[in-house]
């Protein structure tokens, strides 16, 4: 609404010294592409995202989720709540800014960092099903469902006992970190040969639980939804909307322990606050509020 206005930051912190001010953006404030319109997929693509998702020999893929959008709101947040804190502290106000592909391209945990240090001799490559860097790391089929299986340095032996093959903890093939993952194909194919001797997953989720192996069923969202572990943390809660009735959604995945358990949530329709943050936050009076709607430069109401 503010950039509607044609108001920037100096502007508005003329009138608010104390005006904590956030920009969301696709490619942020500055820089060659920040006029270009976009969405979620478009800042992981130029984020080099997409192209590790999928299969080494296929198109990339894109996940049907909101990840950027969500995860961007969450960077937007901590940095409101750090200048809010700021402000607290010094009684000044700031601008804060963030976007979908500077979130999206922090997600690369190592690619970018192999890249460089290796000079561009190392590339990092989609792997379908199973991580390039580690193993076992990866989704392996059982008696129902998929599994995702994961065992780092400290897990290894752990793995070699739950599926009753203890010696190949010194089988040297095995033996580290980088043999192991030059030796994936064997590896796979062992667990996978266990899981098929397994009487159910119930089973071999038993038996890698007991051995403290880090493992998860791929869940459906619907299973998820309605998984006990999901529903007794509230992580799936039932709200109430005023136009679209009871209906489960995510619930909030922060915790207070000053706070109550749960917020009430009740979204506002477009611009229901308009006159309000006007009014109290600008000093904007009721008239001018009025020709604001009446040209067309706000509105309110449901979509």
């Not at 909101?66 to 750090?82: E, F, K, P, Q, R």
């Not at 915790?255 to 229901?272: I, M, N, Q, V």
């Not at 604001?292 to 309110?300: F, M, P, T, V």
Request: charge should be neutral.
């Amino acid at each position: 609404m503010i950039a509607r206005l044609g108001l920037d930051y100096k502007t508005v912190s003329a009138l608010n010294p104390k005006i904590v001010m956030c920009s969301v953006s696709t490619f942020g404030q500055t820089g060659p592409l920040s006029n270009r319109p976009g969405y979620d997929y478009i800042g992981a693509s130029y984020a080099g995202v997409l192209d590790m998702i999928g299969y080494a020999d296929r198109p990339p893929v894109f996940p049907l989720l909101g990840i950027g959008d969500v995860s961007t709101g969450v960077h937007a947040m901590g940095a409101i709540t750090s200048a809010l804190l700021f402000r607290e502290r010094t009684g000044q106000g700031q601008y804060v800014e963030t976007s979908l592909l500077d979130v999206y391209f922090h997600y690369h945990e190592a690619n970018g960092q192999l890249i460089s240090a290796s000079r561009g001799a190392f590339k990092p490559r989609r792997s379908g099903a199973h991580h390039f860097l580690v193993c076992p790391c990866g989704i392996l089929k059982g008696k129902q469902n998929d599994l995702f299986i994961i065992a780092l340095d400290q897990q290894w032996r752990s793995v070699c006992r739950a599926i009753g093959k203890p010696e190949m903890v010194e089988d040297p093939r095995f033996k580290d970190f980088e043999e192991r993952v030059r030796n994936a194909a064997a590896i796979i194919e062992i667990i996978q040969e266990w899981l098929d001797s397994m009487k159910d997953d119930e089973e071999a989720m038993r038996v890698l639980g007991e051995h403290r192996v880090p493992f998860a069923p791929v869940l459906t969202v619907e299973q998820a939804m309605n998984h006990p572990h999901l529903r007794a943390r509230r992580t799936v809660r039932t709200i109430k909307d005023r136009f679209l009735g009871e209906f489960d959604v995510p619930g909030f995945p922060l915790r207070f322990s000053a706070f109550p358990g749960e917020l009430p949530l009740d979204a506002p329709t477009l611009g229901e606050h308009n006159a309000q943050v006007l009014r109290d936050y600008l000093g904007y009076s009721s008239k001018r509020i009025s020709k604001l709607e009446a040209d067309g430069i706000i509105r309110s109401g449901p979509r």
